[in-house]
């Protein structure tokens, strides 16, 4: 009965407008005191310092840094500029341009919204006014700036590691997967009707694209530097996350000469208030998850839903499916850190690797951001494109979240395909 009236406060609390890392900590607190009286004056804080005191952590601020230095920078307009020159030929380029861009441009920043905004802004006015149909051209650029949660520096790959102990270098390969999708079903969605993205009749010169790479090189070689390091054994991801943040601020300040001073302290106190609020959320979580297992709610769950006799894939798309449906009303990092402990356990026990379970949770949360009705992605959009309405950007995600959600069961029923890249390394 205790974890079920902790339950209640949690949810309560989250309802009357608590800030999230506060109703999770109360609630986790009041269910340790319950158990084990003033003790829980005691656990709590250990807790807390002992998630927060993690190496792999450090990573966290300074890739929000690296992105935040990159946002002052027009390497987003660049990215698409140069995507735009070696794919023209292709009929739906500046859609497919679009999701490049937003894949490159996640992995120097690691930041969905991020994503968004520097594309968005960028490759949507000039759909439009190539004739793209609206639905294409915002449905395109929101699904694919969600792309920054599955390709390094993501941040939920980082917290799931630091929550699961699972490498963080391992976690990548959903990314690639997904933008390949998104990709191909923009290329047959333009084949089947022509009318949605006609076809450009510029031509660049082979001059003219080999130029579009001198404004990218250096986010190019930022990326090689921090995914070479990791993956080369040099340096572990928070180590490489100071390469990136170092990195960043030299193409922001010597190449591109865009940070002043009053846009650094700015850009100081944005990644700190960010950075602040996430480790408070994953620390107050860790409350709360020390206080389900201590009243072993994880166990009892893995016991209930093994004891069904329902398969293991059964079950995990019901587990897929209730995590969807959370991360329309709960970001991203909250659900990783409150649900990893208690279904971490579950996955293990039905025979599935960790490693697996962090790619297609973050597979589901990527979704979650272009679901309404808190799909910040779509917001954001609707943020650096006024000309689009809300009802808009979210009837033309919808065709991108069916995609996703095929690849999101591509992962599931077929567990090697995320193992295989990793298994290489």
Same mark, same amino acid.
């Given at each position: 009965m205790d974890p079920v009236i902790v339950l209640i406060a949690l949810v309560a609390l989250i309802a009357i407008g608590f800030p999230i890392f506060l109703a999770l900590g109360l609630s986790g607190l009041l269910g340790l005191y319950m158990a084990r009286g003033s003790l829980a004056f005691f656990f709590a804080p250990s807790s807390l310092f002992g998630q927060l005191n993690a190496f792999e952590l450090i990573a966290l601020p300074l890739f929000i840094l690296m992105g935040n230095f990159l946002g002052a920078t027009p390497v987003g307009s660049s990215l698409f500029t140069a995507a735009v020159r070696w794919f023209n030929w292709l009929r739906g380029s500046l859609a497919i341009s679009s999701v490049g861009a937003s894949a490159m441009f996640g992995a120097v920043s690691g930041v969905s919204l991020a994503g968004v905004a520097a594309v968005g802004s960028i490759a949507v006015p000039q759909m439009l006014e190539r004739g793209y149909s609206r639905s294409l051209a915002a449905g395109s650029v929101v699904s694919a700036g969600a792309l920054a949660m599955l390709i390094p520096p993501s941040v939920p790959f980082i917290i799931y590691g630091a929550v699961s102990s699972v490498s963080v270098a391992d976690l990548f390969i959903g990314g690639i997967v997904l933008a390949l999708a998104l990709s191909l079903f923009i290329y047959i969605r333009v084949s089947l009707n022509p009318a949605e993205a006609p076809a450009s009749e510029e031509r660049f010169t082979w001059g003219q694209r080999w130029s579009s790479l001198a404004n990218i090189w250096h986010a190019a070689l930022l990326v090689v530097a921090v995914l070479g390091s990791i993956y080369s054994g040099l340096a572990t991801p928070s180590e490489a996350a100071g390469i990136g943040a170092a990195g960043a601020f030299l193409i922001a300040t010597v190449i591109f000469r865009s940070l002043s001073w009053k846009k650094f302290l700015e850009i100081l106190a944005t990644t700190a208030r960010i950075s602040g609020a996430i480790l408070l959320i994953i620390g107050c979580a860790k409350i709360f998850g020390d206080y389900l297992n201590m009243v072993?709610?994880?166990?009892?769950?893995?016991?209930? $839903?093994?004891?069904?006799?329902? +398969?293991?894939?059964?079950? !995990? /798309?019901?587990?897929?499916?209730?995590?969807? %449906?959370?991360?329309?009303?709960?970001?991203?990092?909250? $659900?990783?850190?409150?649900?990893? +402990?208690?279904?971490?356990? !579950? /996955?293990?026990?039905?025979?599935?690797?960790? %490693?697996w379970f962090g790619i297609v949770m973050v597979l589901n949360l990527e979704i979650a951001v272009i679901t309404p009705p808190v799909g910040l992605n779509l917001y954001a959009l609707r943020g650096v494109c006024p000309e689009l309405s809300v009802e808009e950007i979210i009837s033309s995600a919808l065709p991108f979240v069916a995609v996703q959600f095929l690849v999101l069961m591509l992962f599931v029923l077929f567990p090697g395909i995320s193992l295989w890249l990793p298994g290489l390394m």
């Amino acid at each position: 009965m205790d974890p079920v009236i902790v339950l209640i406060a949690l949810v309560a609390l989250i309802a009357i407008g608590f800030p999230i890392f506060l109703a999770l900590g109360l609630s986790g607190l009041l269910g340790l005191y319950m158990a084990r009286g003033s003790l829980a004056f005691f656990f709590a804080p250990s807790s807390l310092f002992g998630q927060l005191n993690a190496f792999e952590l450090i990573a966290l601020p300074l890739f929000i840094l690296m992105g935040n230095f990159l946002g002052a920078t027009p390497v987003g307009s660049s990215l698409f500029t140069a995507a735009v020159r070696w794919f023209n030929w292709l009929r739906g380029s500046l859609a497919i341009s679009s999701v490049g861009a937003s894949a490159m441009f996640g992995a120097v920043s690691g930041v969905s919204l991020a994503g968004v905004a520097a594309v968005g802004s960028i490759a949507v006015p000039q759909m439009l006014e190539r004739g793209y149909s609206r639905s294409l051209a915002a449905g395109s650029v929101v699904s694919a700036g969600a792309l920054a949660m599955l390709i390094p520096p993501s941040v939920p790959f980082i917290i799931y590691g630091a929550v699961s102990s699972v490498s963080v270098a391992d976690l990548f390969i959903g990314g690639i997967v997904l933008a390949l999708a998104l990709s191909l079903f923009i290329y047959i969605r333009v084949s089947l009707n022509p009318a949605e993205a006609p076809a450009s009749e510029e031509r660049f010169t082979w001059g003219q694209r080999w130029s579009s790479l001198a404004n990218i090189w250096h986010a190019a070689l930022l990326v090689v530097a921090v995914l070479g390091s990791i993956y080369s054994g040099l340096a572990t991801p928070s180590e490489a996350a100071g390469i990136g943040a170092a990195g960043a601020f030299l193409i922001a300040t010597v190449i591109f000469r865009s940070l002043s001073w009053k846009k650094f302290l700015e850009i100081l106190a944005t990644t700190a208030r960010i950075s602040g609020a996430i480790l408070l959320i994953i620390g107050c979580a860790k409350i709360f998850g020390d206080y389900l297992n201590m009243v072993r709610v994880p166990q009892l769950l893995t016991e209930a $839903l093994t004891a069904t006799g329902l +398969p293991g894939w059964a079950i !995990l /798309v019901a587990v897929m499916l209730m995590l969807i %449906l959370l991360g329309m009303i709960v970001d991203a990092v909250s $659900l990783i850190v409150v649900t990893t +402990p208690v279904l971490l356990p !579950l /996955v293990t026990a039905l025979g599935y690797d960790p %490693l697996w379970f962090g790619i297609v949770m973050v597979l589901n949360l990527e979704i979650a951001v272009i679901t309404p009705p808190v799909g910040l992605n779509l917001y954001a959009l609707r943020g650096v494109c006024p000309e689009l309405s809300v009802e808009e950007i979210i009837s033309s995600a919808l065709p991108f979240v069916a995609v996703q959600f095929l690849v999101l069961m591509l992962f599931v029923l077929f567990p090697g395909i995320s193992l295989w890249l990793p298994g290489l390394m």
